[in-house]
């Protein structure tokens, strides 16, 4: 997201090295990207707008390559600059080499295909909620009833895809657990293809659910704002998800493993920090633990490997 003060957060070196040796880096671009275009407050709620060069700023301090990057357009603050806000945004990450899902371009089915050691995996990003009704007359992003619409067990067989992923946008905003509504739709998803679920929206930690073999994760956090004067400690705990697949025989395209990576979005002299939670200090991270607990009960602070064959 935007940052109030146009600061790029400052990350730590270990989360860091954990997010440069991905294969493949998968988040959400919450508003568009337009050059000369400050935050300023409009109907509902606040319009957002990010600078280029603040957005480079974020993707350097992650170790985050743009050639192995993916940022979905599909969110409720990607039409607060109109359809001119859209195309921007998509200019700018096609000059970073960025490579973005979530826009409608072509003919349906909407999803991005890619390919990673020797895996074909298809994308999908889409949104269930638009602050304004700036695609309404010219449907430039897709929504919950475009997937909805899809066979996507059809459209992973005649893609050839070894897995499918979706990044929902959807839930309530910092509610730490999905409603019935998200929770039907998830099911619904895996049973019509999708192998892995990772949610955003909600701006707080949602818990993790096995639906057969599919894992959903209802809502990751934020990395970077909502910028309001006031952010809470809850706002400020999320986690980097990061999933291990299997390439060959009868895992190809499984989940083999998985670990969640927790940080705290600490405040210091204007500037964010991005910390391990283990590294906050007491009672902070009591609290913390006890909230990271309640969401997801693993071992090891948070931190859980996971080579079941579900």
């Known amino acids: 997201m935007t940052s109030r003060t146009g600061t790029v957060f400052r990350m730590d070196p270990r989360l860091r090295e954990t997010l440069a040796g991905a294969d493949l880096f998968i988040a959400n671009c919450e508003g568009p990207v337009m050059g000369g275009k400050k935050t300023e407050r409009g109907f509902p709620w606040i319009s957002f707008a990010m600078e280029e060069d603040f957005l480079r700023g974020c993707l350097k301090e992650l170790g985050v390559l743009p050639?192995?990057?993916?940022?979905?357009?599909?969110n409720n603050h990607i039409g607060d600059r109109g359809l001119e806000g859209l195309r921007s945004t998509l200019d700018c990450l096609g000059r970073m080499g960025v490579a973005t899902v979530g826009q409608r371009g072509g003919a349906p089915p909407f999803f991005l295909?890619?390919?990673r050691n020797g895996l074909r995996m298809g994308i999908a990003a889409w949104t269930h909620w638009q602050n304004r009704r700036t695609f309404d007359d010219f449907p430039a992003v897709l929504r919950g009833r475009d997937i909805i619409d899809s066979d996507w067990r059809e459209i992973k067989m005649n893609g050839r895809l070894d897995l499918l992923v979706g990044i929902p946008h959807w839930g309530v905003e910092f509610h730490h657990f999905p409603r019935p509504e998200e929770k039907g739709l998830a099911r619904l998803l895996a049973q019509r293809g999708f192998d892995i679920l990772a949610g955003h929206h909600p701006h707080v930690l949602q818990p993790l659910e096995w639906l057969g073999k599919t894992p959903c994760f209802y809502s990751l956090g934020n990395v970077n704002g909502p910028p309001?004067?006031?952010?809470?400690?809850p706002i400020r705990l999320g986690a980097f998800l990061e999933i291990a697949l299997g390439?060959?025989?009868?895992q190809r395209g499984r989940v083999a493993g998985f670990a969640v990576h927790s940080f705290f979005r600490l405040l210091s002299g204007g500037q964010e920090r991005l910390l391990p939670m283990e590294r906050t200090r007491i009672p902070l991270r009591?609290?913390?633990m006890e909230r990271w607990?309640?969401?997801f009960p693993f071992p090891q602070g948070g931190t859980f490997l996971s080579t079941s064959s579900r």
């Not at 050639?67 to 599909?74: I, T």
């Not at 309001?228 to 400690?233: A, K």
């Not at 390439?247 to 009868?250: A, I, L, T």
């Open 286 to 288: 009591r609290k913390l």
């Open 113 to 115: 295909s890619l390919e």
């Open 293 to 295: 607990n309640l969401l």
């Open 228 to 233: 309001l004067p006031l952010l809470p400690w």
């Open 67 to 74: 050639s192995r990057c993916v940022l979905s357009v599909a």
């Open 247 to 250: 390439v060959h025989g009868e």
